[in-house]
């Protein structure tokens, strides 16, 4: 086997490549200046879907000129297309890429956070074969097909059913809050496989191409005003054998694989949910309006601060472990819960520092555009289990404290009050 290449030696290839192919950002020659540079409105809203496909082609560019190079799978296995090199090698490309314009990848992020180590961990070779090197060259774009109307937190209730039919399963029921279901090729989806086993053992999972005919998708307006979510209905769709993952009603464990990803992909993708919101970005909102000396506005704003650093690290310590080798454990629980607290106090800090500004439209830079992330917020409460989940998660699985005891459907709620009364 050949000595693999040295990180500085990847390093300078990689910085070569983007150098030929893409342009330094001017913001990382120059401060944030309050008013200047992009406005909050093109950080913050949610585009139309005519325009969500124009950024989703040039999307699509970038990422096959990163895999035709040989950057779109650094860490993946060659037989699919990656380059067999180590997450360290990851990270020094990511550091790099960071520093150019480049469009929005953020298209991909499910499919390749959550999808693809799903298809690489449980799926046939011809699955393998058939999508992940295109997934990771950006021809293929997948989403995730778990939650539906009566199915939410309590995952495993989920009733869309898989029945078998010779080599083929015939899938019909409804999904619901389903990203980029409009924009995507393909899906990873739970059925009930069988009704007669516990809820838990009788589901199965597939991979459903959303081109196929009895797929029906529709948005889902969000009080945001846009629609990144869709309900999606399958009308006695069919799905060969071979594109089942995991066994035959074990599709549970493969739902824990995908969810584990999709927790450290929501939790860690972004070192505890600064991103945009940065404490820059707050102090010279404070210090437009005047308020930047005030004690207790300077107080909420280290408060929001300290909390992001002290996410960070734990998220560090939880991708270490994964670095290593170690499956995502109750640890990205505990940073998808972070990201959400912190989007929250985000939210209702920059909510008290501009008031009226951020529900009526004035034309000012900087003030009514929060509006959007505010109205977002609530969403990212949801996504990927909700905060009351990962709070059982943490109970259960990080402090050991006993599971609730659940709801006892024999017995009526009227007799459970007198019974707790009467002791």
Known sequence: MADM???EEFRDEAKSFLDANAELRDSDDKPFVWGEGDDDVSLFEEIDRDVELELLEKAKQWRATRFDNGYGWITGPAEFGGRDLTSAHER???SLESRYALPNMGFFGIGLGMVAPTILAHATDEVKQA??????RGDVVGC????????????ASLQTKAERDGDEWIITGQKVWTSGAHYSDIGEIICRSDSDLPKHKGLTGFVVDMHAPGV??????????????NEVFFNEVRVPDSFRLGDVNQGWTVALTTLMNERASIGGGSGGGMGLASVTRLAELCRHFGIIDDPIVRQKMMDVYINFQVSRYTNQRAMDKIKKGQL???EMSIAKLSLTNNLWRTANFVADMLGP??????????TFAWGQFLLGVPGMKVAGGTDEVMKNIVGERVLGLPKDPGIDS???FRDLRVGTQAN
Request: glycine fraction near 12%; avoid cysteine; charge should be negative.
């Open 357 to 366: 500004r951020i529900i009526a439209d004035t034309g000012e830079w900087g």
């Open 144 to 155: 995730q097909l778990f939650s539906e109307p009566g199915a939410g937190s309590d995952l």
């Open 92 to 94: 020094a490309y990511q």
């Open 216 to 229: 029906e998708i529709r948005p889902l307006r969000q009080m945001t005003g846009g629609a990144s979510f």
């Open 5 to 7: 290449q040295s990180v």
């Open 131 to 136: 999508y992940l090197e295109k997934m990771y």
């Open 410 to 412: 024999t017995t009526a």
């Open 328 to 330: 995502p454990g109750p």
